[in-house]
């Protein structure tokens, strides 16, 4: 029996633009829906299931940034901005209202599958635990508990809602305490970029996380540490 097919929510006024995506993402296997603006995306984002939202930033009515503020204030939905050239300050709005990813127009289909494969690649998470960092497939600090096969994060016994690139970041480094990864590191094996990608998508989410474990507990927050002139390391206190 065939597995059902994931779905993609295409977002764009532009049809041609949607009807490209469709084309090359079907021809993956996926089963695309599409909405022409904010109000639509919105609504549908909220009263179906999708496994990812490729979501353009400029849109009639309310803009992608906002679709993604709304969109986040319920779900956690994995979420690609499609951004024009010259659009940096819309794309890092993005990432602050909790987009995971993005791709600036005009793009190569091939990039953008690439990009949708590697968001949705979950197994890919697990593959950097080794059995010292897990129990139960858990991994537990004094202030931080990250329970792997829930997805869930406990923040001194408080669980707080992290969108999939923020609980994919924190996992990674939690796996490996005290290493240091540079940007660049942390942009391949977290984002799965190897040839492509602004630092300042790992520079946001950390600040976005730190954001959020700070509202708890300030002593998980300061765990994730800057070093600087090289990137960033999950500290354990001694």
Known sequence: MMSEKQRILVVDDEERIR???KMYLEKEGF???EAE???IAVQKALEEDYELILLDVMLPGIDGVEVCERIRQHKSTPIIMLT????EANRVQG???GADDYVVKPFSPREVIYRVKAILRRSSTTA???KETMTNNSIVFEHLVIEHDAHRVTVDGVEISLTPKEYELLHFLSSAPDKV???EDLLRDVWNYEFFGDLRTVDTHVKRLREKLNRISPEA???ITTVWGVGYKLEVPK
């Open 19 to 21: 009807r490209l995506l």
């Open 84 to 87: 024009a050239k010259g659009e």
């Open 181 to 183: 990864y540079s940007r």
């Open 95 to 97: 990432f602050e209202v």
């Open 128 to 130: 950097y635990l080794s």
């Open 37 to 39: 603006d904010g109000e």
């Open 31 to 33: 089963h695309i829906e």
């Open 221 to 223: 927050a300061n765990m």
